[in-house]
């Protein structure tokens, strides 16, 4: 059995549900100390963190990810028992094949593979693991960044192995990710009989030309690397139910995903000189999700460019779509930050796989990856 694959069942076979580890982090332990790494564990609150390193000099490369998974859902739905990596027909299923035991399983190898090969390389290797990816993500790697940051200990090249492939490995590289900006809205008014409106104040009226203008603005034109910054309502709520009834207050819910030509203040000045525009009487609460962040050129994209093309013969692509991931607390240390995984075409499901070829494939661009950085 392929190296890779045998240690994706050792992970997978661990239920590893947020924020449990369940022994992912002690077996990755045991693994790279073969290999000459120090660990350690950082443990906050509920969840386990791992910082290991091989060596002590800059630059340093980092492997990045979370042991934990996303619950399975109801296991009898699932067509191969969750926790139990199995084999089917070229694909191992399980869940965390492919969000992320896989991509651990790849960077283990790799690393121990290129280790023995070049076990004089230049700079340090090191992994930066938490177990509190999937979830509130407030224990995890924001914690361990901080801790690094404190004691003035710097990465580099961050690769972090979220899935980024959508049809084959390596088709994507995530180089970046948009902002995400949350507000709670609450637009105030009087309740009151529909029959007697002057003896109320009716906050939908009073909201909807706010939310018009809102719903219309062009905050930005985005740049080469992401597109417009897009705003959208997710959620509004008014009324009693009754046909008869002003409403006293309306809830609108919105939420900004937005590009590196403008930043999470000035959203909210725009915001909020439009609701005062519209002499709107409201409170309002806003929860930052995260910057975005763009790894434009360097020699991390480079090198990953050119590990990718060695290894699987095409070109791969440069993405900043999708939701947040932990690479935005990395980025702004001034790391380099890139993400490469295998296809995400079942994670978060039921009957979550991944190809096998895939993840020997993806830990020979690892293994190329650390070639083109470190020797
Ligand atoms: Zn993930």
């Not at 190296?3 to 924020?19: C, G, H």
């Not at 290797?125 to 995890?140: C, H, K, R, V």
């Not at 994507?172 to 902002?179: A, F, S, T």
């Not at 460019?305 to 935005?328: M, W």
Request: overall charge negative; charged content about 20%; glycine content about 10%.
């Amino acid at each position: 059995m392929s190296q890779v694959i045998d240690v994706a069942k050792n992970l997978i076979n661990r239920r590893s549900v947020t924020p449990e580890d369940a022994g992912c982090q002690e077996y990755m332990k045991d693994w790279l100390s073969e290999s000459g790494f120090s660990h350690e564990t950082m443990v906050f609150e509920d969840t386990t963190n791992l910082w290991s390193r091989r060596g002590t000099q800059a630059p340093v490369f980092c492997f990045a990810g979370h042991t934990d998974v996303v619950p399975s859902g109801p296991e009898d739905a699932w067509q191969t028992p969750p926790f139990e990596a199995t084999e089917k027909a070229g694909y191992l299923h399980g869940r965390g094949a492919a969000d992320m035991k896989g991509s651990l399983a790849a960077m283990m190898v790799a690393t121990r593979r290129f280790v023995a090969d070049y076990s004089t390389h230049k700079g340090s290797i090191a992994y930066l693991i938490t177990s509190d990816e999937e979830g509130p993500f407030i224990n995890g790697t924001t914690r361990v960044i901080d801790t690094l940051e404190a004691r003035n200990e710097k990465i580099t090249w961050c690769l972090v192995g979220e899935p980024s492939s959508t049809k084959q490995v390596g088709d994507i590289v995530k180089n970046g990710r948009r902002g995400s900006l949350t507000g709670d809205l609450t637009i105030k008014g009087v309740q009151g009989h529909v029959a007697y409106p002057h003896l109320a104040k009716n906050p939908v009226h009073d909201a909807a030309p706010a939310l018009a203008e809102l719903s219309q603005t062009h905050w930005d034109n985005g740049n080469a690397s992401f597109p417009p910054t897009s705003f959208q309502i997710s959620n509004i709520h008014a009324g009693t139910g009754a046909g008869n009834v002003i409403p006293g207050t309306c809830q609108v819910c919105f939420n900004f995903r937005f590009s590196t030509e403008v930043t999470d203040n000035q959203l909210i000045e725009r915001v909020i000189t439009i609701l005062d525009k519209h002499g709107l009487d409201y409170d309002i609460k806003w929860t930052f999700n995260g910057q975005p962040f763009l790894t434009d050129k360097g020699d991390l994209v480079e090198a990953t460019q050119h590990a990718i093309c060695e290894a699987t013969g095409y070109e791969t692509q440069l993405s900043t779509a999708g939701g947040t991931s932990d690479g935005r607390f990395i980025a702004p240390t001034g790391a380099q930050v890139i993400e490469l995984g295998p296809v995400n075409a079942t994670i978060h499901k039921v009957d979550e796989c991944v190809k096998m070829a895939d993840l020997d494939m993806l830990a020979n661009i690892y293994y190329g990856i650390l070639v083109r950085l470190l020797t």
